[in-house]
C-alpha cells in the first residue's frame, strides 16, 4: 500500500508532486530530496501506473514524477492514460541512463521531460519547475542519446510536422484544430513538444527552424 497523503491546501506557487516507482527505496529518497526544497510538495506516491492514475486523477499534481519499468501498466503506458485523463498534470519520466533509448518513445506518449535518476538535485528541481510550467526539458547528461543518430526531421512525429506547416501557414491553434479535427488542448501539447525537440523557444522559432532545416515546405 503506497501513500496517499492527507495534505492542507496548496499554496499557489507551490509545485505539487506525485512519485512513481516501484522500489520504496527510490522514491523515499526522491522525497526526502524534494523535503528540501520549499516551493515544492509531494502530495502521494505510487508503486505502479495504475495507482498512478488513480491517485493523479484525485490529487491532481503539477507534476507526475514517473518511472519508466514498472509490473502491470508501467510508466509510458500510464503516462498516456495521465494525459487523457488528467491533461493539466505533466510528466517527468526519472529514467536509468540504460533507459535512454526510451526517449523517443516517452515523447509519443505524451511526457514533458526526462531527468536521469543519479541526476544533482539542481537539475532534478531544474526539471520539475520547467514541466510545471508547461514546458519541455531533457536531462542535459541525455541529449547526445537524445540527438545521436536522429536529425531534427526524425524527431518529429508525422502529426508534429503536419501540425508545423500549418503553423507555417498562419493558421492559429484553434484552426489547426478545426483542419485536424483535434482539440485545441491536443494542438497546444503538440506545439509544446515541437518547441522542446527543436529547442525554439517561440512557435515562430520553431517554423525558422523547421523551413531552415527542410522539415516544412
Do not use: W
Not at 514533458?112 to 539542481?122: F, I, S
Request: with cysteine; charged share 30%; net charge negative.
Amino acid at each position: 500500500m503506497t501513500p496517499d497523503y492527507d495534505l492542507p491546501a496548496v499554496a499557489s506557487e507551490e509545485i505539487t508532486c506525485l512519485i512513481v516507482d516501484d522500489h520504496e527505496v527510490v522514491r523515499e529518497g526522491l522525497r526526502l530530496s524534494l523535503s528540501r526544497a520549499p516551493h515544492i510538495r509531494v502530495i502521494g506516491e505510487a508503486a505502479d501506473g495504475e495507482a498512478a492514475v488513480a491517485l493523479a486523477e484525485r490529487r491532481r499534481p503539477n507534476v507526475v514524477i514517473m518511472d519508466v519499468r514498472m509490473p502491470g501498466m508501467d510508466g509510458l503506458e500510464a503516462t498516456k492514460v495521465l494525459m487523457d485523463k488528467v491533461p493539466d498534470s505533466a510528466v517527468l519520466i526519472f529514467t536509468a541512463y540504460s533507459e535512454r533509448s526510451l526517449l523517443s518513445r516517452g515523447l509519443e506518449s505524451g511526457a514533458k521531460g526526462y531527468v536521469l535518476k543519479e541526476a544533482p538535485h539542481e537539475t532534478l528541481l531544474r526539471a520539475i519547475e520547467k514541466v510545471a510550467g508547461g514546458e519541455g526539458y531533457v536531462d542535459p547528461a541525455l541529449m547526445p542519446a537524445f540527438l545521436t543518430g536522429r536529425d531534427k526531421d526524425d524527431m518529429l512525429t508525422t502529426r508534429e510536422r503536419e501540425i508545423l506547416q500549418l503553423l507555417a501557414d498562419g493558421m492559429s491553434n484553434a484552426d489547426v484544430a478545426t483542419q485536424l479535427f483535434i482539440s485545441q488542448e491536443t494542438v497546444k501539447s503538440h506545439v509544446r513538444h515541437i518547441l522542446a525537440k527543436l529547442e525554439a523557444d517561440t512557435r515562430t522559432h520553431a517554423v525558422a527552424i523547421a523551413l531552415r532545416e527542410a522539415i516544412i515546405d
